[in-house]
């Protein structure tokens, strides 16, 4: 039989051995719940505002990035956050753009969508605009792109030219009004040839070809258009505005654009237009000058382009506001018909005590 004492060592060998299993089995359970918690566990906070989005600006340092988290309030544990992205070498690999921080996520997670690049593209609506400053304020509400230096580029006239065949006028041509997508760290050039990407979408063969018949390269297509836009938001009176225009420009006439007017004193508000206006002194003046004005006076849309490209036929060589205000205009082919016109038009400014 054992004696009592080597039963005794043998008891506590195994009491030892089951220490040594459970103390194994803690720290293995303790490891594994670290690593959840520092690599897989949800830090993503829910935003109260709609979508998270964590914005890091091209050259951010970490530090900064991880200052915009913290500020912002996007993680439940930024300490965890920081210590992956530290192991993970992170921030010797900072990305710019813009992230969409999807509720939830994990620090590995939201480590690959930043390690990786994969923004999230914004929404861009490009509006109307009529000077260049506009365009440029509209990029700087939107997207990263440095406005001093889009600014630059639109007055680079080698720049333009060698780029996109256009100058420090007709550049405004480039750009259709509408909804794009860009990364939101799109450079200033890359906007630009995004623009023209856009552009050079819409002139397709189809368009070129009527172009060419009316006798118009498509920057003139877009400078009249830019008129036309100017002159009515009426769909219906597009194509029949544009019909005069060019019945007027095949005759040799000027095109006595009020629009352009407007454009060259710089007051798109004035609702009457007065003979002193017509003596100012600037090419864009069509009451003054012979055929087309050297740019657009306004970012001219698709509406407004196919209205010049595929115009009413008619033998109208004159056209007015119609005085109940209606937005519609009513048309003319002599000069003594449009006088009649006119002097309704006048007459319900009048009764309005519209001087200006």
Known sequence: MPSSDSSASLLLRRRIAAILVLLFLLL???????????????????SPFGPAYLYIRTGASFQEVLASLENQD??????????????????EHVRPG?????????????????????????????????????LTRQVARQLEADSSKLRQL????????????????????????GPYRFLWNTSAEQFLDSAAAMHGRFWTTKRQRRA?????????????????QRETAKPEDKPIIAGVYLNRLRRGMRLQADPTL????????????????????SPYNTYKHKGLPP??????????????????????????????????????????????????????????????
């Open 28 to 46: 293995g359970g303790l490891g594994l719940y670290v690593a959840w918690r520092v690599q897989w566990k949800p830090n993503v906070v829910a």
């Open 74 to 91: 996007l993680l439940e544990e930024p300490a965890t956050f920081a210590w992956l992205a530290e192991r993970r070498q992170y921030p």
């Open 98 to 134: 813009r992230y969409l921080l999807n509720f939830g996520a994990s620090n590995a997670v939201l480590l690959d969508k930043l390690m990786q690049g994969q923004q999230d593209t914004v929404a861009f609506q490009l509006d109307a605009f009529k000077y260049k400053p506009q």
């Open 154 to 177: 639109l007055h680079n006239n080698t720049f333009l030219q060698r780029r996109y065949h256009l100058d420090t006028t007709t550049i405004l041509t480039l750009f259709l009004p």
């Open 212 to 228: 060419d018949s009316l006798g118009l390269s498509p920057t003139e297509v877009h400078v009249l258009a830019s008129i036309v």
């Open 262 to 281: 407007l454009w060259a004193i710089g007051n798109f508000g004035v609702k009457r237009v007065l003979n002193k206006d017509k003596l100012v002194d």
């Open 295 to 356: 740019g657009p006076i306004t970012s001219a849309n698709r509406q407004s382009l196919d209205a010049v490209l595929k115009p009413t036929a008619h033998d109208y060589y004159f056209f007015c506001a119609r005085p109940d205000r209606s937005g519609y205009s009513d048309f003319a082919e002599t000069y003594a018909q449009h006088k009649q016109n006119a002097r309704r038009y006048q007459h319900a400014l009048d009764s309005l005590q519209i001087m200006r």
